[in-house]
């Protein structure tokens, strides 16, 4: 006798990943970039925990985030670059049905995550230039750990109400997924039902995750760029500057592609396109995280002198 079952369960057990199909004679390039990308990205954001966690100099606010953001960086790429990895060495390119599940609650938890991280590191900046003599007090312990828990939790919801939501849908024949991870937009795709409520609430949930943080990331900047000309010493703008500028160039890639695909899941960029661009956010930005952030830092890389020069 047939159970009251979903769909889906009784006809779904896998998803293929069509990936870079696309650049099928470049495959092997791609494997040894993607993997070259992820070691660098593993090394620079461990470093980075490693240091922050160990130098006194460094148990500041400023990099007690910056530590929060590599671990979400690692946690990011470890949930998406292996299997690409894999998928670039095999014809066949295979995931089940829970795993592909998994794999998007991860992605948009992180992304969540990284989004308020980032914000609270807006902030930082914003009250250090700002409001240094309410600086201290202000960013204290107990602030600056309720801030990372918050950022931390706050992807929960909604990778738990979007995950559940997109996959009690009923799939059409074609089980396809044109991207090389789960993603919202490639699995939409998939669906015979009429999704525009649930396009609804992604779009409502990319403005609180993506659009709220980017724009409260602007006015922190804008009020900083504005208390930095007031510096009388050319000296002392440019070090000012120089602690936002890393800061600014991230925000700005990570922000811009994150909106850009999900702002509008069903949009008018192309399958290549889309996939370009949740490349660079999903594999290239976490590289650039120790390297634009941190490694041209002068008191990061007295750190590490310090740490590996004792040993």
Same mark, same amino acid.
């Given at each position: 006798?047939?159970?009251?079952?979903?769909?889906?369960? %009784?006809? !779904?057990?896998? @998803?293929?990943?069509?990936?870079?199909?696309?650049?099928?004679?470049?495959?092997?390039?791609?494997?040894?970039?993607?993997?070259?990308?992820?070691?660098?990205?593993? +090394?620079?954001?461990?470093?980075?925990?490693?240091?922050?966690?160990?130098?006194?100099?460094?148990?500041?606010?400023?990099?007690?985030?910056?530590?929060?953001?590599?671990?979400?960086?690692?946690?990011?790429?470890?949930?998406?670059?292996?299997?690409?990895? =894999?998928?670039?060495?095999?014809? %066949?390119?295979?995931?089940?049905?829970? =795993?592909?599940?998994?794999?998007?609650?991860?992605?948009?938890? @992180? =992304?969540?995550?990284?989004?308020?991280?980032?914000?609270?590191?807006?902030?930082? *900046? /914003?009250?250090?230039?700002?409001?240094?003599? *309410? /600086?201290?007090?202000?960013?204290?312990?107990?602030? &600056?750990?309720?801030? $990372?828990?918050?950022? !931390?939790? #706050?992807?929960?919801?909604?990778?738990?109400?979007?995950?559940? !939501?997109?996959?009690?849908? #009923?799939?059409?024949? #074609?089980?396809?997924?044109?991207? @090389?991870?789960?993603?919202?937009?490639?699995?939409?795709?998939?669906?015979?039902?009429? +999704?525009?409520?649930?396009?609804?609430? $992604?779009?409502?949930?990319?403005?609180?995750?993506?659009?709220?943080?980017?724009?409260?990331?602007?006015?922190? /900047?804008?009020?900083?760029?504005?208390?930095?000309?007031?510096?009388?010493?050319?000296?002392?703008?440019?070090?000012?500057? #120089?602690? &936002?500028?890393?800061?600014?160039?991230?925000?700005?890639?990570? /922000?811009? +592609? +994150?909106?850009?695909?999900?702002?509008?899941?069903?949009?008018?960029?192309?399958?290549?396109?889309?996939?370009? =661009?949740?490349?660079?956010?999903? $594999?290239?930005?976490?590289?650039?995280?120790?390297?634009?952030?941190?490694?041209?830092?002068?008191?990061?890389?007295?750190?590490?002198?310090?740490?590996?020069?004792? %040993?």
């Amino acid at each position: 006798m047939e159970t009251a079952e979903t769909p889906w369960l %009784r006809n !779904w057990t896998y @998803f293929t990943l069509q990936g870079f199909s696309h650049l099928a004679t470049l495959q092997i390039f791609l494997f040894e970039g993607i993997l070259l990308i992820f070691l660098i990205t593993m +090394t620079g954001n461990t470093l980075i925990i490693v240091i922050t966690t160990t130098n006194p100099n460094l148990h500041t606010p400023m990099y007690y985030f910056l530590k929060n953001l590599s671990l979400i960086e690692i946690c990011l790429s470890l949930n998406i670059v292996p299997k690409m990895l =894999v998928d670039l060495l095999l014809e %066949r390119k295979v995931i089940s049905f829970s =795993v592909c599940a998994l794999q998007l609650y991860f992605v948009i938890y @992180f =992304v969540t995550s990284e989004c308020f991280i980032l914000c609270a590191m807006a902030y930082d *900046r /914003y009250m250090a230039i700002c409001h240094p003599l *309410r /600086y201290a007090t202000t960013m204290n312990r107990r602030m &600056c750990l309720l801030m $990372v828990i918050a950022c !931390w939790i #706050s992807g929960i919801p909604f990778a738990v109400g979007l995950t559940g !939501w997109l996959f009690s849908y #009923s799939f059409c024949s #074609s089980k396809e997924i044109e991207h @090389f991870f789960c993603d919202i937009s490639p699995i939409m795709d998939l669906i015979c039902a009429d +999704t525009h409520l649930f396009e609804l609430l $992604v779009f409502i949930a990319t403005v609180i995750i993506v659009l709220i943080p980017f724009i409260l990331i602007a006015a922190s /900047y804008i009020q900083v760029i504005c208390a930095i000309l007031q510096i009388p010493s050319a000296e002392g703008r440019h070090k000012a500057f #120089s602690t &936002c500028v890393a800061h600014l160039m991230v925000v700005t890639l990570f /922000y811009c +592609t +994150t909106g850009l695909i999900h702002l509008k899941p069903k949009s008018s960029l192309s399958l290549n396109s889309k996939k370009l =661009v949740a490349l660079s956010y999903t $594999v290239v930005t976490p590289m650039l995280n120790p390297i634009i952030y941190s490694l041209r830092n002068k008191e990061v890389k007295n750190a590490l002198r310090k740490t590996f020069g004792r %040993r």
